[in-house]
């Protein structure tokens, strides 16, 4: 399992654009991508569940990713995050 924490900066949370694109960046890897918000674990490979965390600008996330391609998902994941929020 690889993990890797993320602060938001984006002004505006994360919202229904950068979450649509996150989704698609993590259905590239066949491994399981898990979002954690707090105490709230989701599928990160479901929009809705991503936006029921109600992420603003400021919080903190992790991201676990666990199974085959598990690094290369995480590493891609942190570079998207870092370029879009």
């Known amino acids: 399992m690889k ?6 900066t984006d002004p505006e949370g994360f919202h229904a654009r950068p979450a649509g694109l996150l989704v698609k960046e993590v259905k590239k890897y066949p491994c399981t991508t898990t979002l954690v918000k707090g105490d709230k674990h989701v599928n990160a490979s479901k929009m809705f569940a991503i936006m029921g965390l109600g992420i603003k600008n400021g919080d903190t996330i992790t991201i676990l990713t666990e199974g085959e391609q598990e690094a290369e998902a995480a590493a891609a994941l942190e570079a998207f995050l870092k370029e879009n929020l």
Request: net charge neutral; proline share 0%; charged share 0%.
């Open 3 to 8: 993990s890797f924490v993320f602060t938001v």
